[in-house]
């Protein structure tokens, strides 16, 4: 790892947090100040901007001309529309003017459609009070103040940053405290025939290596991405929209029924089912099965506490049966695709709760319940001759962020 790769992921865990503008502006001219010692060097910071359903994380980074790399961070809460974002950056912008900042390099992360060129985004998880008018979902940049972007900014999706952010994590050899291979998991698998068919490969540490790797992000939505390398050195990202493929089984037809009524849609795509948001639906629809009335016992309060009841010593079945459901769709997806896109190795990356919990869960369902849904696919002997595997995220890291900090300080430095 080079020195500003670890500065970046040193400092992008516990950046500073400025309370407001005029804290954030104390920090900044600090910052400029430091520049005297540097004559030959203006003062100049490049920009990170995360923007998530309401919330909006604005980053700013010194460049590494300073001895001491430091990220100060402000959060903007409570935006639910383009013009409100559009407000709030604007206000940014006459801090930088009244203190003679440069920002040299700016990177929108969108949860959410960029446009052509990146001329603009549309962003998709704003209320849904606001679904119907375009105008408060969409921002182009050229209305945004050019003194805030002196350079042409960088808009990508956020799946594409949460593989860069894994790409950088290979680089500063962090994959095996990060990430624990799932499957194969040949503790609690026993093979038919007398040849392992993985060849001692499941006990190999998490590795960015040759060949497609498939992102996949469970959260309020469902991302996907792809990482393709032909050497372990560079790598190529593709974000994909994996998660609105139609989603149809014949398993889960009544299911499949409730949640268009209660989705009020015509269809359904893997995000209705596999994301966080569904949850609560999937296990209502659990408890109604098992003829027990919602409650305040029973009633569903977080997915953390769906998964304490899942994974307990005495599991709650409706809460078991949920979470099998829902990662039953998981997998058919995420199988459909490793084939479709050839990949050999999927990353899994849960929602911000218990990863402890989520080990748990993987062991005592999920690797068994992948077994069998490979051996049944129709080119399930495909994966299984390439050596399928899938890693899950164990600990804290916020690759999101991390991917786009580190190519926008790699982006500081350089010319227009």
Not at 53 to 65: D, E, I, K, L, Q
Not at 82 to 107: G, I, K, M, S, W
Not at 353 to 377: A, N
Request: aromatic share 10%; hydrophobic share 40%.
């Amino acid at each position: 790892m080079t020195s500003l790769e670890e500065d970046v992921y040193m400092n992008a865990i516990k950046p500073y947090k400025a309370k407001d503008l005029e804290d954030l502006a104390q920090i900044l001219t600090q910052w400029k100040t430091a520049y005297r010692h540097y004559p030959h060097h203006i003062p100049s910071f490049y920009l990170v901007i995360v923007i998530e359903s309401t919330r909006v994380m604005c980053v700013f980074g010194n460049s590494a001309v300073l001895p001491e790399f430091q990220l100060c961070q402000i959060v903007f809460n409570n935006i639910d529309s383009t013009t409100l974002l559009r407000e709030q950056l604007f206000a940014l912008n006459r801090v930088t003017q009244q203190n003679e900042l440069y920002v040299t390099h700016a990177h929108f992360t969108v949860s959410g459609r960029i446009k052509p060129s990146g001329k603009g985004f549309e962003v998709t998880n704003y209320p849904k009070r606001l679904h119907d008018d375009k105008i408060n979902r969409t921002l182009l940049l050229p209305s945004l103040p050019l003194q805030l972007l002196s350079r042409r900014p960088v808009c990508s999706n956020d799946m594409a940053d949460v593989a860069f952010g894994l790409c950088f994590l290979k680089k500063g050899g962090l994959m095996q405290e990060t990430f624990r291979k799932i499957y194969p998991n040949l503790i609690s698998m026993q093979w038919s025939g007398a040849r392992n068919p993985y060849d001692g490969a499941a006990a190999a540490q998490p590795r960015l290596e040759t060949g497609r790797h498939l992102v996949v992000g469970r959260g309020r939505g469902l991302g996907v991405a792809m990482v393709y390398t032909t050497d372990g050195e560079r790598f190529n990202v593709l974000d994909l929209e994996s998660g609105h493929m139609s989603c149809v089984s014949k398993r889960g037809a009544e299911l499949e029924n409730y949640m268009k009524e209660q989705l009020g849609v015509h269809a359904l795509d893997y995000e209705n089912l596999c994301s966080v948001t569904s949850l609560e639906h999937i296990y209502n629809y659990c408890l109604h099965n098992a003829r027990i009335k919602i409650n305040d016992e029973t009633c569903f309060k977080s997915e953390e506490e769906l998964l304490r009841l899942a994974v307990g010593s005495a599991p709650f079945q409706p809460a078991r049966k949920a979470l099998e459901v829902q990662f039953f769709y998981l997998f058919k997806m995420i199988i459909d695709c490793a084939v479709s896109m050839r990949c050999t190795n999927v990353w899994l990356l849960p929602s911000r709760t218990s990863f402890s919990l989520y080990q748990v869960l993987m062991s005592q369902i999920c690797s068994s319940m992948l077994r069998k849904m490979i051996s049944k696919h129709p080119k399930g002997q495909w994966l299984i001759d390439a050596q399928f595997q899938l890693y899950l995220q164990i600990r804290p890291a916020d690759l999101k962020l991390l991917g786009a900090l580190f190519q926008a300080a790699h982006s500081v430095n350089k010319p227009s």
